[in-house]
């Protein structure tokens, strides 16, 4: 079993900066790929990015690329989500979520066996 435990949330203007992250406690084979997903009132759940932990490669959507950096803390099993450049319509409840997969393959799909409680995130103008 793994529990994730968001921190970071809070609120921002538009344009500014927050950093998420993610600490994993329980099984460490338990943990593969981690990553970090949104959901706004009345919209589906969207992907953001991912890590494989322990590996380099990382994965962004369109939502992400540029403005947000997603690393990890091996050490301290956490994974961190940078926001830079914060925009009104990044306004959402963000999740940590992991999966003892291998690779990142599935986790666009959701594919992810472990969630947190989630972290607010709102931005204003």
């Known amino acids: 079993q793994v529990q994730l435990v968001e921190s970071g949330g809070g609120s921002v203007q538009a344009g500014g900066t927050l950093r998420l992250s993610c600490a994993a406690y329980?099984?460490?084979?338990?943990?593969?790929?981690m990553a970090w997903f949104r959901q706004a009132p009345w919209k589906d759940r969207e992907g953001i990015a991912a890590?494989?932990?322990?590996?380099?490669?990382?994965y962004y959507t369109d939502s992400a690329k540029g403005r947000f950096t997603i690393s990890q803390d091996y050490a301290k099993r956490t994974v961190n989500l940078q926001m830079n450049s914060l925009k009104i319509e990044d306004t959402a409840m963000y999740y940590c979520?992991?999966?003892?997969?291998?690779?990142?393959?599935?986790?666009?799909?959701?594919?992810?066996?472990?969630w947190g409680q989630g972290t607010q995130v709102t931005v204003s103008s």
């Open positions: 890590i494989y932990f322990g590996g380099v490669s990382t």
């Open positions: 979520a992991a999966n003892p997969a291998r690779s990142c393959s599935g986790w666009l799909r959701g594919d992810m066996n472990y």
């Open positions: 329980g099984t460490r084979y338990e943990v593969g790929c």
